[in-house]
């Protein structure tokens, strides 16, 4: 099983900040199969980006994702009100297509 | 639009079966793969089976291996998930979603869950 380790656990803010998450598998992941999701309290989750790096439909350009075999970013250029959730990695390249544990992004 | 409506939760003593159901509409649920995903609480995403488009191919984590079945009905747009032999650790809040195609695609679309506890 490849294991998605996230960091950091918790990531405080101010609206207009730069946010920048990680993930790192412990397997090597093609940059095809690398997705980031937003899970916001009693909504369904969100698609953000899929192959390590293009946008899902709708989703604002502040939004990018970059990194290639086992570590990848997730950057939201300026937080917006938002965007305050939380952010989930994703590898489904080979089963079980396994999450990252979660960044929780909150107001400082 | 595409609309994933999960049914089928509730509250289920230790070593008994339950059966959800996921409702899909607004697409061409034949031509897209469909996965569970469940949630439990206070804790992150945990991947739990996926099916393809025609229902040929499944996968699903070891933890619910041999207990839990993924299967789907595209005459009536359907995912099912058949939990036996139900343990605590899987209470949860049990998503649906789907892939398109290939199982090994992002889940686009995700419903808004069935809450499943497990208690005596």
């Known amino acids: 099983e490849n294991v998605l380790t996230q960091s950091p656990g918790t990531l405080s803010l101010s609206p207009g900040e730069r946010a920048t998450l990680s993930c790192r598998a412990s397997q090597s992941v093609s940059s095809t199969y690398l997705a980031w999701y937003q899970l916001k309290p009693g909504q369904a989750p969100r698609l953000l980006i899929y192959a390590a790096s293009i946008r899902a439909t709708g989703i604002p350009d502040r939004f990018s994702g970059s990194g290639s075999g086992t570590d990848f970013t997730l950057t939201i250029s300026r937080v917006e009100p938002e965007d305050f959730a939380v952010y989930f990695c994703q590898q489904y390249g080979s089963s079980p297509y396994t999450f990252g544990q979660g960044t929780k992004l909150e107001i400082k | 639009q595409v609309q994933l409506v999960e049914s089928g939760g509730g509250v289920v003593q230790p070593g008994r079966s339950l059966r959800l159901s996921c409702a899909a509409s607004?697409?061409?649920?034949?031509?897209?793969?469909m996965h569970w995903v469940r949630q439990a609480p206070g804790k992150g995403l945990e991947w739990v089976a996926v099916?393809?488009?025609?229902?040929?191919?499944?996968y699903s984590t070891g933890s619910v291996e041999g207990r839990f079945t993924i299967s789907r009905d595209n005459s009536k747009n359907t995912l099912f998930l058949q939990m036996n032999s139900l343990r605590a650790e899987d209470t949860a809040l049990y998503y649906c979603?789907?892939?398109?195609?290939?199982?090994?695609?992002?889940?686009?679309?995700w419903g808004q869950g069935t809450l499943v506890t497990v208690s005596s």
């Open positions: 979603a789907r892939s398109s195609g290939d199982p090994r695609s992002p889940l686009d679309y």
């Open positions: 607004g697409f061409t649920f034949s031509s897209y793969a």
């Open positions: 099916i393809s488009y025609d229902g040929g191919h499944k």
